[in-house]
């Protein structure tokens, strides 16, 4: 079945420089991945997209990248900011809208 | 606040209650998901209305757990007789969609359950 999984549990980046958060899939037919920013006493919030018939999406500070050869994804987020640490993971939507999660990466960045 | 909402956020109990959660859901979304989630690990899904109907649970989902949506709008997930086990974050989300492409799940805050 499909699964996500993530590379590193914790990343600490400085402030002001780009982080990249991994992702790797096991299943050749998923077609869609989502990113999720979850904070600190929150629920997970939606940031981007990307549907494999894309390599690249781009959305406001984040990219998101997609390798089908080696079925890994990666988020990309310019200038990183204080607001931006938080746990993030890569879900990949299923049957009846169930959305499988990874295990997630904690960002921590340092002022 | 017009985004999804959950009550209680903390429920202390001890083993062998039952406790009751609620989740209400944006207004107008005809789906309401919950999920379960344990420290360091992703949410993992539980079950999913389409208005009042539950259309899937997670075999995660074990006899001991129960949740309605008795009028397509509000949901209750209750545990009975809480084991340790049941202690995480229940998340709920929400969203609208008539077909079964992927809609935008919205969350909750959640509700952290202790048993101790």
């Known amino acids: 079945g499909e699964s996500v999984g993530l590379h590193l549990p914790t990343l600490s980046v400085q402030e002001g420089d780009n982080s990249i958060i991994n992702c790797a899939y096991s299943n050749s037919a998923s077609d869609y991945f989502i990113w999720y920013k979850q904070e600190s006493g929150k629920g997970p919030q939606f940031i981007i997209d990307i549907r494999s018939n894309m390599d690249k999406r781009q959305g406001q500070r984040v990219t998101v990248l997609l390798n089908k050869t080696v079925k890994h994804l990666s988020l990309q987020i310019a200038a990183t900011q204080p607001g931006d640490s938080a746990v993030y993971f890569c879900?990949?939507?299923?049957?009846?809208?169930?959305?499988?999660f990874g295990t997630g990466t904690k960002l921590q960045v340092i002022p | 606040d017009t985004g999804v909402s959950q009550d209680p956020r903390h429920k202390i109990t001890k083993r062998g209650q039952n406790v009751t959660f609620r989740c209400d859901p944006i207004s107008e979304h005809n789906r309401l998901y919950w999920y379960r989630q344990t420290l360091g690990q992703g949410p993992e899904f539980l079950t999913y209305?389409?208005?009042?109907?539950?259309?899937?649970k997670s075999r995660l989902l074990s006899d001991r757990f129960s949740a309605e949506r008795p009028k397509g709008s509000f949901s209750t997930l209750e545990i009975q007789r809480t084991e340790q086990g049941d202690s995480a974050m229940y998340l709920c989300?929400?969203?609208?969609?008539?077909?079964?492409?992927?809609?935008?799940?919205?969350f909750g805050p959640g509700t952290r359950l202790t048993v101790l």
């Open positions: 209305f389409q208005n009042e109907a539950q259309l899937e």
């Open positions: 989300a929400s969203s609208v969609g008539q077909t079964s492409s992927y809609n935008e799940q919205f």
């Open positions: 879900a990949e939507p299923g049957g009846y809208q169930k959305v499988t």
